[in-house]
C-alpha cells in the first residue's frame, strides 16, 4: 500500500499547518511598531515640515510695500521667484556680498571642525582607553558642559577676553603684550569660540566609538609585532573612522548655521557668517522673503553631508556583516 497524499495543511511531522497564524501573529507587531514610530512622525510633522513648508510659502511670496512685512503664499503654483532672483543676486551679482561671506564661513567652519577634532581625539581616546576606574569621573566632566546654556559660556568668554579681562593680564604676567582687544573683530577669536562651544558633541561621540573598539584587536595588532604607533595607525584609527565622521557631522553643521558666537564674540562686517546674514535679513523690514530664501538653500546644502553620511554608514554596516 502506498502512503497517503500529504494534503496542503498537513506538515512533514503529521501535524496540521494554519497557513494563516503567521500573518494573524505579524499584523499586531506591525501595528505596535506603527504606534511607536508614531510620535516621532508627528513630531518631524510638526516641528520640520510644517516650519519648512512656511519658509518656502514666504521665499515664494511677496512683500507688503506699505508696512514692509513678509506676505506668505501658501499655494505653490503662485509662488514667484522674485525673492530667489534678488537672493542670487546678492550671492553672484555685481552687487554680491555674500559670497565672500559663504567663503568665510566654509574657512571658518573647517578650521574649527580640524581644531577640535585635534583636540577631541585625543581627549575621547584617552578616556577610553586609559581612564580606568576613574572613567566615570571623566565623563561627569565632559558632559558638565551641557549642563551650562550656550549663551552662558558665549559670556563667560567675553569676561575673559575682555581688554582687562584674564586672558590680557595672564599674557602680561608671562611677559606678552597684553592689551589685545580679542574682542574688536579678530577671526582667531571667532574660530576658537566655535571650537569650544562645540567640541563636547564631538568629544562624546568619540569616546562612545572608541569605546567600543574590541581591545583583542588592538592586542592582535600587537601581536603581531606592531609598535604603539602603527597599532594607532592600521588598527584603532581605522576602526574610528565611523566615529569621526559622525562627531564631525554632529559638530559641523551646526557651526556652518551659527551666528551667535559671532555676535557676542566679535559684531563686526570682518568677521560676519553666513548665519549673521540669515539673521539679519530675516530681522529686516522688507528682507524676511530673501532671509527665507538663503535658510532654504543653506538647508539644501546641509542635506548633501547627511545623504553621504547615511550611504557611508549603510555601506560599513553591510561591510561588517
Given amino acids: 500500500m502506498t502512503a497517503p497524499a500529504q494534503t496542503p495543511r498537513q506538515s512533514q511531522g503529521g501535524r496540521r499547518r494554519l497557513p494563516g497564524r503567521a ?19 508627528i513630531w518631524l510633522i510638526l ?7 512656511a519658509i518656502m510659502a514666504i521665499a515664494g511670496g511677496q512683500v507688503n510695500q506699505v508696512f514692509g512685512y513678509p506676505m506668505a503664499i501658501w499655494n505653490p503654483l503662485h509662488w514667484n521667484s522674485t525673492n530667489f532672483t534678488a537672493a542670487w543676486h ?22 574649527a571642525a580640524i581644531l577640535s577634532l585635534l583636540i577631541a ?8 582607553r586609559f581612564a580606568g576606574r576613574r572613567k566615570g569621573i571623566f ?3 565632559l558632559i558638565a558642559p551641557f549642563w551650562i546654556s550656550y549663551m552662558m559660556r558665549m559670556l563667560a568668554w567675553i569676561d575673559l577676553l575682555q581688554t582687562d579681562g584674564y586672558v590680557n593680564k595672564a599674557l602680561a604676567f608671562f611677559g606678552l603684550p597684553g592689551q589685545t582687544d580679542w574682542l574688536g573683530g579678530m577671526s582667531v577669536t571667532v574660530i576658537l569660540g566655535l571650537v569650544y562651544g562645540y567640541i ?17 584587536l588592538i592586542e592582535a595588532g600587537r601581536d603581531l609585532g606592531l609598535g604603539r ?32 558666537t559671532n555676535q557676542l564674540l566679535s559684531g563686526t562686517t570682518g568677521t560676519t557668517m553666513l548665519g549673521n546674514v540669515i539673521d539679519e535679513q530675516l530681522n529686516t523690514p522688507g528682507l524676511q522673503g530673501e532671509g527665507a530664501v538663503f535658510s532654504v538653500l543653506f538647508l539644501l546644502v546641509l542635506v548633501v553631508p547627511m545623504i553621504y553620511y547615511v550611504v557611508a554608514t549603510n555601506r560599513s554596516s553591510r561591510q561588517a556583516m
Fill in 139 to 141: 565623563l561627569i566632566l
Fill in 23 to 41: 500573518g494573524q501573529a505579524r499584523e499586531p507587531q506591525r501595528l505596535f511598531w506603527i504606534a511607536l514610530a508614531a510620535p516621532g512622525i
Fill in 229 to 260: 604607533l602603527k597599532t594607532f595607525l592600521r588598527v584603532t584609527l581605522p576602526l574610528s573612522r565611523q566615529p569621526i565622521l559622525t562627531g564631525m557631522l554632529i559638530t559641523v553643521l551646526p557651526m556652518l548655521g551659527d551666528y551667535f
Fill in 200 to 216: 563636547p558633541y564631538l568629544i562624546l561621540v568619540l569616546y562612545a566609538g572608541l569605546d567600543r573598539i574590541d581591545p583583542s
Fill in 90 to 111: 546678492d550671492v553672484a551679482g555685481t552687487s554680491a556680498f555674500v559670497g565672500p561671506i559663504i567663503l568665510r564661513t566654509l574657512a571658518y567652519v573647517a578650521l
Fill in 47 to 53: 516641528l520640520f515640515i510644517v516650519p519648512f513648508y
Fill in 121 to 128: 581625539y585625543p581627549a575621547a581616546y584617552f578616556v577610553a
